[in-house]
Structures are given as structure tokens and as C-alpha cells.
């Protein structure tokens, strides 16, 4: 038998169209669920007005996008249509876990994304697996 802590996460993707409620859905989950950690997506996008780099995103030039995808640091990326690139870092489940949010036993982050070739919006969750649960 594994210890909880060495378990990978259980990943839960959430999609839909803008205006879907995807925001209220992740809000309520984190003020419902104990546990919960959200995860920080890195972009290329260029950072807007008030946003901090690894608060709303981690914001990234292109040829390091590139770079991290090379070294296997991103879980799952993708490139908009406008060229924008999004994904998610690797090292975002272990800053959850490091935190200590919630119970040892759950690390549940996400990140929301628009693919490419369709008009919704995916958010990829991980955390506990049903059957680690007592």
C-alpha cells in the first residue's frame, strides 16, 4: 500500500463556453472543498495593468514557453489563434502540495484554458482519487 502523499493527483477538467460559470463554479469549490488549491497558469500574453507575475499568471517571453516545453516543465499547453500560449507549470501541483492546503492527503489545483480549436474554456483539477477517501 502507498502513502497518501505519494499518490499522483486526480486530474478533473472542467469545459465550456465563455459565460458557462467555469469562475463561479472553481470559486465555490475553493470556499466548499477543504483541500483545494488553485493552480497559476503561465502565459506569453503581455501582463495587463494591476496583474502580478504568479498571481494571476506566470508570465513568460516566448523563447522560455518554448524552453519549458522542451524540458517537460508543462503539464498541458496551448496555443491560441491570436498565437498567445498558455499552460500549465508542473511545479504549480508541487507549490500545492508544499503548502499544505488542506489534509495531507488532498493536492487539488487547476488552471483554465481556451483551446485553440473550439470557444470553451477547460480547467484542469487534480486531487484526491475517490478511493483514497474513508
Known amino acids: ?21 467555469k469562475g463561479t463554479l472553481i470559486r465555490e469549490v475553493l470556499k466548499r472543498v477543504p483541500g483545494v488549491g488553485a ?8 501582463r495587463r495593468p494591476g496583474e502580478e507575475d504568479g498571481r494571476e499568471y ?3 517571453r ?17 496555443t491560441y489563434v491570436s498565437g ?21 492527503s488532498r493536492a487539488t489545483s487547476w488552471s483554465r484554458r481556451t483551446s485553440s480549436t473550439t470557444s470553451s474554456r477547460t480547467t484542469t483539477w487534480s486531487g484526491p482519487s475517490t478511493s483514497s477517501q474513508n
Request: hydrophobic share 30%; net charge positive; glycine share 10%.
Open 84 to 104: 498567445r500560449r498558455y499552460g500549465t507549470l508542473r511545479s504549480e501541483l508541487d507549490r500545492i502540495r508544499r503548502s499544505g492546503s488542506g489534509s495531507r
Open 1 to 21: 500500500m502507498t502513502s497518501s502523499t505519494s499518490r499522483a493527483p486526480t486530474v478533473i477538467v472542467v469545459t465550456g463556453p465563455s459565460g458557462a460559470g
Open 39 to 46: 493552480t497559476v497558469s503561465a502565459t506569453t500574453r503581455d
Open 58 to 60: 506566470h508570465f513568460l
Open 62 to 78: 516566448l523563447d522560455e514557453f518554448l524552453d519549458r516545453i522542451e524540458r517537460g516543465d508543462l503539464l498541458e499547453h496551448v
